[in-house]
């Protein structure tokens, strides 16, 4: 199995530009989870979708938006890229119920934006 | 004060030692404990999961929650150059909940 999958691994965006981070989970999770992690600051959640077509934010939502069309495919937008969107993007998933504390997390997205 | 705190270290340790990583969290309706392992460039994994307040023993691993103290920890025995990582710690409020509070994460280097 694959898992949870992410793409791209890095990138690079200027100021003001829009770009879509893709994630992909082949374990049939109902649960799909956007998370930002900054250096030394732990995992902020962004976006969080319980279902194909249910989202819901997280703790820091803005300046992102969210999809989930199907089950498997949870991409995440960046409107007017800015720096303090710099960060690594992990993307995860789980069962839902209670077992839902066990997420399974993807390789992460490094982007920078100067 | 925030919800979850955990020291970020970092923490060395030389390879045999035992290893104590803690977090201590404010909200008393937290109910469900776990610890992550994220390895250098990589997504965390889950490590231990415990509910409500006692210990977990898994191989070399401890979690104990005290509840009463707030306060969890991850003791990691005999370790190992392959456990250097960063440990997060995770809760919630639910079984089900979708929603994980995480620390910070603290850096661990074990020397052989």
């Known amino acids: 199995n694959a898992g949870v999958t992410q793409t791209p691994k890095f990138r690079i965006l200027k100021i003001g530009q829009s770009m879509t981070l893709q994630c992909t989970q082949d374990m049939n999770h109902n649960y799909m989870y956007w998370y930002r992690q900054d250096p030394g600051m732990g995992l902020k959640l962004i976006y969080y979708s319980v279902g194909a077509g249910i989202t819901d934010k997280g703790e820091v939502p803005n300046g992102y938006n969210v999809s989930r069309s199907t089950t498997e495919d949870f991409p995440l937008r960046l409107e007017l890229a800015a720096p303090s969107q710099t960060s690594v993007y992990f993307c995860?998933?789980?069962?839902?119920?209670?077992?839902?504390?066990?997420?399974?997390f993807g390789p992460g997205t490094r982007l920078t934006v100067t | 004060q925030k919800e979850v705190e955990q020291d970020p270290g970092p923490l060395s340790v030389p390879e045999g030692a035992i290893v104590s990583l803690n977090c201590t969290y404010s909200?008393?309706?937290?109910?469900?404990f776990m610890w992550y392992r994220q390895y250098s460039r990589k997504g965390p994994e889950l490590l231990m999961y415990t509910y409500s307040s006692g210990n977990k023993e898994d191989g070399r691993f401890t979690a104990q929650v005290d509840k009463s103290s707030k306060y969890i920890s991850l003791f990691i025995r005999d370790s190992q150059p392959s456990d250097s990582a960063t440990y997060l710690c995770a809760m919630s409020d639910q079984g089900g909940s979708e929603k994980l509070v995480f620390g910070k994460g603290t850096k661990l280097t074990v020397n052989p």
């Open positions: 909200n008393s309706a937290f109910q469900y």
């Open positions: 995860a998933s789980s069962y839902s119920g209670t077992s839902s504390y066990e997420q399974y």
